[in-house]
């Protein structure tokens, strides 16, 4: 037998070192994978909490904004009545001048 030629046992020895090594390898991964689908769940249920609230913002600020325009419309209305009265303002003022003047 030659000494320098690897025994069955040591070739036998460093295998079974190895599989021990690529046992814990894939029990961490398992470890691993269980912990990114937890992650993952989270994340979507995360997600979905996110797409409402977006949706109900999205909705919010439609009705905003077309209550907005509404109100620019109303302002607009408010300010061209706010003008006709000051021209009847104006011409009572006039007419109230002429019959002062008449009498």
């Not at 409402?52 to 509404?70: F, K, M, P, V």
Request: proline share 1%; net charge negative.
């Amino acid at each position: 037998m030659n000494r320098n030629a690897p025994s069955i046992m040591d070739e036998w020895g460093t295998m079974e070192s190895k599989l021990g090594l690529l046992e814990a390898k894939v029990v961490e991964a398992v470890g691993l994978i269980k912990d990114l689908r937890t992650e993952n769940e989270s994340l979507k249920r995360q997600c979905a909490e996110l797409k409402a609230s977006l949706a109900e913002a999205e909705g919010t600020a439609e009705r905003l904004h077309n209550e907005l325009e509404q109100k620019s419309q109303e302002a607009s209305l408010v300010g061209d009545y706010e003008e006709k009265r000051k021209e009847i303002e104006d011409k009572v003022g006039g007419l109230l001048a002429k019959l002062e003047a008449l009498g």
